[in-house]
């Protein structure tokens, strides 16, 4: 018998064969999620799992997995995945910490610069068959010299800083969740507190991760201490965002844009999640920009991802601790070409 790897979403075939060459693989090659108690079924007597963005793996979940020995998420954000259910079963938890960095923040970057210049809107007026030749319509707002505040400086927020540090922007952040390495002031970026960073900013990115200090970071009382006319962009989790309240402040005026890759839709952590994006948003075409969750929609990295992920499971089962582990359990007796052994 081989230890059998259930991967819940379509990945690149070369990653299933690598897999292959010493697994039983149960794949998702079709383009839809498989429903959770598919999933459940097919992992009740799996050795492993490939888990992505739209999973979630809860306590029951595992209780009825009893061969289970290693989640490995082909991700960076983990908050709807009971990690400590994982370590007190002994099973170990991975993610992908570095990849998913660089092609999130050339996202934000395109959707500042997106959303700031009417991009969008300039490709509808095209389209629409409407443009005769220049004239002084759909004037937009330049980044050079202006206010930018980082929320969350991560790796992901480090990343932001040093691309957008290049249009001669003045730079500030604050963290929710310090890190000892998060010193920024190489770029001239200074530390400030989130209040400080909302009233000084003509732009406030988001890259924080979803937490429970920062669910909501950003409601209506913050979204007050903002600059009229100041632009928001979130490309780290939804919930970390109010979308009602940044709903009210475009209505009003005192939000000029709000671009966004993540929804509270997503957030499969939270039971209470809402199940659709706000039609009053997608009604606001002139003042939003949307991408259906693209931080890591690069072919090339997610192969690296995914092939990062599969690499975690094969160390899982020659008995390694997986390089990539949030989480630490006893190494056991595990055997990959021996697996019979284990059941």
Known sequence: MRPKVVITRKIHQEIIEYLEQTCEVIPNQTSE???????????????????????????????????????????????????????????????VPDLLTDPTAELAVGLLIGLTRNILEGDRFIRSGKFTSWRPELCGTGLTGKKLGIVGMGALGRAIARKLSSFDMS???????????????????????????????????????????????????AIEKMKTGAFLVNVCRGSVVDETAVISALSAGNLAGYAADVFEMEDW???????????????????????????????????????????????????????????????????????????
């Not at 890190?179 to 989130?194: C, E, H, T």
């Not at 997610?302 to 390089?323: C, H």
């Open 171 to 221: 730079i500030c952040y604050s963290d929710p969740t310090p890190l000892a390495n998060n010193d920024m002031s190489f770029l001239g970026a200074s530390l400030v507190s989130l209040d400080e960073l909302l009233a000084y900013s003509d732009f406030v990115v988001l890259a924080a991760p979803l937490v429970a200090g920062t669910f909501h970071l950003i409601d209506q009382k």
């Open 33 to 95: 999620p498989l429903a959770s108690c598919e999933i459940l079924e097919r992992t009740k007597e799996a050795d492993a799992i490939m888990v992505f963005m739209s999973d979630r793996i809860d306590d029951d979940f595992l209780g009825a997995c009893h061969d289970l020995k290693i989640v490995a998420a082909a991700l960076k954000g983990y908050d709807n995945f009971d990690v400590g259910s994982c370590t007190r079963r002994g099973i170990w938890f991975t993610i």
């Open 269 to 343: 952590a939270r039971r209470d999640r809402p199940q659709h994006i706000p039609e009053a948003f997608l009604e606001k075409k002139m003042e939003t920009l949307f991408t259906p969750h693209l931080g890591s929609a690069v072919d090339e990295v997610r192969r690296e991802i995914e092939m990062k992920a599969a690499r975690n499971i094969l160390q899982t089962l020659r008995g390694e601790k997986p390089a990539d582990a949030v989480n630490d359990v006893p190494l056991i007796e595990w055997n990959l070409e021996d697996a019979h052994k284990s059941r």
